[in-house]
């Protein structure tokens, strides 16, 4: 006889041993890496465990990062929509304005526990690294970033805070100079001195263990969330939405509601439109496939490999999704919705002007996509997860979108 529980459904999808979830993810690198990663891979199974890991995580999360962050009514929003009803997780809340650091504080106590002297990553736009050279501050670990020369030009207020950090910028000056050379530097540099040195990746993506790392260290959002939406509203919510770049903050939510009677919304960018090199929605449009050492559904050119993608959210132009996000969504658990650039800016204003919460322009298309939600679902609540603040964003707003702000009508 199977007892109750075991007959439940249920979607909690612990990768096997292998780092599967189903047939995406696992680990396909070279030897040598892979070497690392099993090391990494027992020493985080191991220590993540320990009542000393847990305690001082839950410390820093309290005290530095300022933990919980509040779920918020957006009563002037919603009554404007005339609809569903709005909620708000409020990343841009935790310290560093969005939610990259609840894994990178993470990922450097491991370091810590590990002995380790070195963090190493990459970083496109400039955020992962910024997170993870305050989580280096903190802990007084040295950081090494390395980003594409091209990025470095472009993101300049960002290679600013993480020197103010303390950390090293590694300029990349081969190939593109942008993330994916960015990524090979890196990886370099770590497999020069893996005993010294950890790799820290920013998002639920990459070889076994990080999707699942990543995604532990970011469940603390769902964690919160469920239970400040139950003590506030005294019910689930009908909806949770989330934005998708590597897919850690929307698993990071999502994880908590897996086997509740709850939609679960992946937002990918559309940017310009669906031909391809114009957007980023992975999910929406991709294939299965192979890159960056993880199987899962990515975007393709024409001879199968990553193709071009763009977005106006910088952390969100990545030409695939973390291994789980593939899963949950082929397995119908999730469904993967888009926002354009044009909606996400129109709710970047509608969000400002109404709630006086500027969003990243990340977080905006999940705002973006919310809204749409409650004109069709005008009975159910939505709660979105505001994965970060728009501060980052607002002169590129005001350059590129200056008739926008004199409008009056959000
Ligand atoms: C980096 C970033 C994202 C995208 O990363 P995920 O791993 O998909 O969560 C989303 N929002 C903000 C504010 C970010 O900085």
Same mark, same amino acid.
């Given at each position: 006889?199977?007892? &109750?529980? $075991?007959?439940? &459904?249920?979607?909690?999808?612990?990768?096997?041993?292998?780092?599967?979830?189903?047939?995406?993810?696992?680990?396909?690198?070279? &030897?040598?890496?892979?070497?690392? #990663?099993?090391?990494?891979?027992?020493?985080?199974?191991?220590?993540?465990? /320990?009542?000393?890991?847990?305690?001082?995580?839950?410390?820093?999360?309290?005290?530095?990062?300022?933990?919980?962050?509040?779920?918020?009514?957006?009563?002037?929003?919603?009554?404007?929509?005339?609809?569903?009803?709005?909620?708000?997780?409020?990343?841009?809340?935790?310290? +560093?304005?969005?939610?990259?650091?609840?894994?990178?504080?993470?990922?450097?106590?491991? $370091?810590?526990?590990?002995?380790?002297?070195?963090?190493?990553?990459?970083?496109? =736009?400039?955020?992962?690294?910024?997170?993870?050279?305050?989580?280096?501050?903190?802990?007084?670990?040295?950081?090494?970033?390395?980003?594409?020369?091209?990025?470095? =030009?472009?993101?300049?207020?960002?290679?600013?805070?993480?020197?103010?950090?303390?950390? *090293?910028?590694?300029?990349? +000056?081969?190939?593109?100079?942008?993330?994916?050379?960015?990524?090979? /530097?890196?990886?370099?540099?770590?497999?020069?001195?893996?005993?010294?040195?950890?790799?820290?990746?920013?998002?639920?993506?990459?070889?076994?263990?990080?999707?699942? #790392?990543?995604? %532990?260290?970011?469940?603390?959002? @769902?964690?919160?969330?469920?239970?400040?939406?139950?003590?506030?509203?005294?019910?689930? &919510?009908?909806?949770?939405?989330?934005?998708?770049?590597?897919?850690?903050?929307?698993? @990071?939510?999502?994880?908590?509601?897996?086997?509740?009677?709850?939609?679960?919304?992946?937002?990918?960018?559309?940017?310009?439109?669906? *031909?391809?090199?114009?957007?980023? =929605?992975?999910?929406?449009?991709?294939?299965?496939?192979?890159?960056?050492?993880?199987?899962?559904?990515m975007l393709k050119d024409s001879e199968g490999r990553p193709a071009p993608v763009y977005s106006v959210a910088s952390g969100l132009d990545?030409?695939?999704?973390?291994?789980?996000?593939?899963?949950?969504?082929?397995?119908?658990?999730?469904?993967?919705? =888009?926002?354009?650039?044009?909606?996400?800016?129109?709710?970047?204003? *509608?969000?400002?002007?109404? %709630?006086? !919460?500027?969003?990243?322009?990340? /977080?905006?298309?999940?705002?973006?996509?919310?809204? *749409?939600?409650?004109?069709?679902?005008?009975?159910?609540?939505?709660?979105?997860?505001? /994965?970060?603040?728009?501060?980052?964003? !607002?002169?590129?707003?005001?350059?590129?979108?200056?008739?926008?702000?004199?409008?009056?009508?959000?």
């Amino acid at each position: 006889m199977r007892s &109750p529980a $075991a007959a439940l &459904p249920t979607h909690r999808s612990q990768p096997d041993a292998k780092g599967f979830f189903g047939r995406f993810g696992g680990s396909f690198i070279p &030897p040598e890496l892979q070497r690392q #990663m099993d090391e990494i891979n027992h020493a985080y199974l191991r220590i993540c465990r /320990s009542h000393d890991f847990i305690r001082e995580l839950r410390s820093i999360r309290t005290h530095f990062q300022g933990r919980p962050t509040p779920v918020y009514y957006c009563k002037n929003l919603s009554d404007a929509v005339d609809g569903g009803r709005i909620y708000l997780k409020r990343e841009d809340l935790n310290h +560093t304005g969005a939610h990259k650091l609840n894994h990178c504080m993470g990922e450097a106590l491991l $370091a810590k526990f590990l002995g380790k002297k070195k963090l190493i990553a990459e970083t496109g =736009a400039g955020q992962h690294g910024v997170a993870l050279a305050t989580a280096g501050a903190y802990f007084g670990i040295p950081v090494e970033i390395h980003m594409g020369a091209v990025d470095i =030009a472009k993101e300049h207020p960002n290679v600013v805070r993480m020197k103010i950090l303390g950390a *090293r910028v590694v300029p990349v +000056t081969f190939g593109a100079q942008t993330l994916k050379e960015a990524v090979d /530097s890196a990886f370099e540099a770590y497999l020069a001195d893996p005993v010294n040195s950890i790799y820290c990746i920013g998002s639920v993506v990459g070889p076994h263990p990080f999707p699942l #790392m990543v995604r %532990e260290f970011q469940r603390v959002v @769902g964690i919160e969330s469920r239970e400040q939406f139950l003590e506030m509203t005294g019910e689930l &919510p009908d909806n949770v939405v989330a934005c998708v770049g590597g897919g850690s903050n929307a698993m @990071g939510i999502f994880s908590a509601f897996l086997d509740d009677p709850v939609r679960l919304h992946a937002v990918e960018p559309l940017g310009r439109g669906a *031909r391809l090199g114009d957007h980023a =929605a992975s999910l929406g449009h991709g294939e299965e496939g192979i890159m960056h050492g993880f199987n899962s559904i990515m975007l393709k050119d024409s001879e199968g490999r990553p193709a071009p993608v763009y977005s106006v959210a910088s952390g969100l132009d990545y030409p695939s999704v973390g291994p789980e996000h593939a899963h949950l969504f082929s397995q119908g658990r999730t469904v993967a919705g =888009a926002a354009s650039d044009e909606e996400a800016i129109e709710a970047f204003f *509608r969000l400002s002007r109404r %709630e006086g !919460i500027i969003p990243a322009l990340e /977080s905006a298309h999940a705002v973006a996509y919310a809204l *749409r939600l409650a004109k069709e679902r005008v009975d159910e609540s939505i709660l979105v997860n505001l /994965s970060g603040r728009g501060d980052k964003d !607002i002169d590129f707003v005001m350059e590129k979108y200056a008739a926008h702000a004199e409008r009056g009508d959000y």
